[in-house]
């Protein structure tokens, strides 16, 4: 009989992979692939997808798990998308809420934006707290992970500039549309979810250092001291 602390870290890995696979796949199909793949939201459940899987497998096969680096970047990204998302551009208190374009979605569409911006997130914070090992994660990651919306913010303003004015989507989010608030203000607003970004990150690993271990992870960190070395490497 398979251990729970082998087939259910890798069972509900999987089945947050495949929720953002599922939301990627309806977001391909019923947009155009180069705009759909334009948004930090797709960008983040791929990632979402790939390390999840991988961890699934590696839960699956008892070997250590993804580094503590990409594991915890994936979930301070997915924790932002979901954050901006509900406390932006779906909140209708916000400068920045989309809620007429919201409004409209249907149908798988509407199945698409709950996986990707709720089902998700939620799910990466479940594995952190209740099947991940803790005392993982570094301050310097804080400052590594930086680089992820870094590369965002550049790309999506590269790729405003070189589209014709009045093209749909051509600033993928409000608060970096340099045509409506200019590159002032929007310089301002990236600033500021740097900081966001910086400070949910040195949140993420101070909750890592002070969290009890979860039985699960704990009892497979137990077991993977004790491997004999005549079935593998120690972990």
């Known amino acids: 009989m398979t251990a ?3 087939i259910v870290p890798a069972a509900f890995r999987s089945l947050i992979s495949a929720a953002a696979v599922t939301g ?3 977001e391909c199909a019923y947009g155009s ?17 790939v390390v999840f899987g991988l961890s699934a497998v590696r839960a699956w096969r008892e070997r250590p798990d993804v580094d503590p680096l990409y594991r915890g970047g994936v979930l301070l ?3 932002v998308t979901g954050l901006v998302f ?3 551009l779906a909140n209708p208190s916000s400068p920045f809420n989309v809620l007429e374009d919201l409004d409209k979605l249907a149908g798988a569409k509407a199945v698409s934006n709950q996986l990707l911006h709720t089902v998700t997130p939620v799910g990466a914070v479940l594995d952190f707290l209740l099947l991940t090992a803790p005392r993982t994660l570094r ?3 804080a400052v590594q992970w930086l680089t992820y919306p870094l590369a965002y913010v550049t790309f999506a303003l590269v790729r405003g500039a070189l589209l014709a004015p009045g093209t749909k989507s051509r600033y993928t989010y409000p608060f970096i549309d340099v045509a409506q608030y200019g590159y002032g203000r929007v310089a301002l607003n990236a600033v500021v979810l740097g900081i966001v970004f910086y ?3 040195l949140a993420l690993v101070a909750a890592d250092r002070r969290r009890p271990a979860p039985a699960l992870a704990e009892q ?3 077991e993977n001291r004790i491997s004999s070395p005549a079935e593998g490497p120690l972990k």
């Open 4 to 6: 729970p602390h082998r």
């Open 24 to 26: 990627l796949v309806i």
């Open 33 to 49: 692939v180069p705009v759909v793949l334009s948004f930090f939201t797709i960008w983040t459940n791929i990632a979402v997808a």
């Open 77 to 79: 990204f997915i924790l």
């Open 86 to 88: 509900h406390l932006v």
């Open 139 to 141: 301050p310097r990651h």
């Open 199 to 201: 400070a949910l990150g």
């Open 220 to 222: 497979a960190l137990r």
